[in-house]
């Protein structure tokens, strides 16, 4: 398989740290969030890999919906990514996605099948299946 893109971040100190994109556009600094006892004076993994997969699951409902040939304008979509850090009960730490699609002009029955189907296509979706728990809603506007 070929990659279509390939993108690199480096990190320093982890989550207390620094981050900058090899091409520079990405650069911020990291910090623990407060909850969990850091000063939450920069973004967090959370946050980022959020951002990251709202965007790109917001892009998979609309390439279904094209090929669908469903009229759904792109401003017309908004994911929202709830992305939670667990303890795990065998050690360590899991994650927790909750994701909540609004879409505009199209009805509950379409919008329904809409995110159904990007599930299916997001590479997010595909990355992160059977390894994170994943819960959709929908609602239309």
Do not use: W
Not at 12 to 28: F, P, Q
Request: glycine letters at 10%; one cysteine or more; aromatic letters at 4%.
């Amino acid at each position: 398989m070929n990659a279509l893109y390939t993108t690199r971040v480096t990190v320093t100190n982890g989550r207390n740290g620094h981050a900058r994109s090899e091409d520079g556009l990405l650069e911020l600094e990291l910090a623990m969030p407060k909850e969990l006892g850091g000063t939450g004076q920069g973004t967090n993994p959370e946050q980022l890999f959020a951002a990251g997969y709202a965007a790109c699951f917001g892009s998979a409902v609309m390439h279904v919906a094209r090929q669908k040939r469903v009229a759904l304008a792109d401003r017309d979509v908004s994911i929202t990514a709830a992305v939670s850090l667990l303890s795990a009960p065998e050690g360590g730490f899991r994650l927790k996605v909750d994701l909540e699609a609004a879409l505009a002009g199209v009805d509950p029955q379409a919008a329904e099948d809409l995110v159904l189907a990007a599930h299916q296509v997001c590479p997010y979706s595909n990355a992160v299946h059977g390894n994170i728990d994943v819960t959709l809603s929908v609602r239309t506007v």
